[in-house]
């Protein structure tokens, strides 16, 4: 059984920082690209950046590029989002996803995997 498991979420304080764990089970972690995501009430899931199968590459959102930090684990079949300079607008549900493919994806519908999210909440 597939799984992605998120935490780490909560609440911070603007110029604050969260660290995002996703936790993986039921396929082989170290196969697959790993994305973020996130998703404020009324708005669309939007991509945040990913990690390539080897952690190698990462690429973001022009948003978080600077402040956000994606990093994983194959030994542990864990992914990381570290999240700095946090701003009241970076508050959302977190997901991680999981795609096996190549070259960087940033639709939703592109990964294979969802996870279950994260609030990270930001005040100002």
């Known amino acids: 059984q597939v799984q992605l498991q998120a935490s780490g979420g909560g609440l911070a304080q603007t110029g604050g920082s969260l660290r995002l764990s996703c936790v993986a089970s039921?396929?082989?972690?170290?196969?697959?690209?790993i994305g973020w995501f996130r998703q404020a009430p009324g708005k669309e899931r939007e991509f945040v950046g990913a990690?390539?199968?080897?952690?190698?590459?990462?690429y973001y959102e022009g948003s978080v590029k600077g402040r956000f930090t994606i990093s994983r684990d194959n030994g542990k079949n864990t992914a990381y989002l570290q999240m700095n300079a946090l701003k009241p607008d970076d508050t959302a549900v977190y997901y991680c996803?999981?795609?096996?493919?190549?070259?960087?994806?940033?639709?939703?519908?592109?990964?294979?995997?969802y996870g279950q999210g994260t609030q990270v909440t930001v005040s100002s």
């Open positions: 990690i390539a199968w080897n952690g190698g590459s990462t």
């Open positions: 996803a999981a795609r096996r493919g190549t070259g960087w994806a940033t639709r939703a519908y592109d990964y294979d995997f």
């Open positions: 039921g396929f082989t972690f170290s196969s697959y690209a």
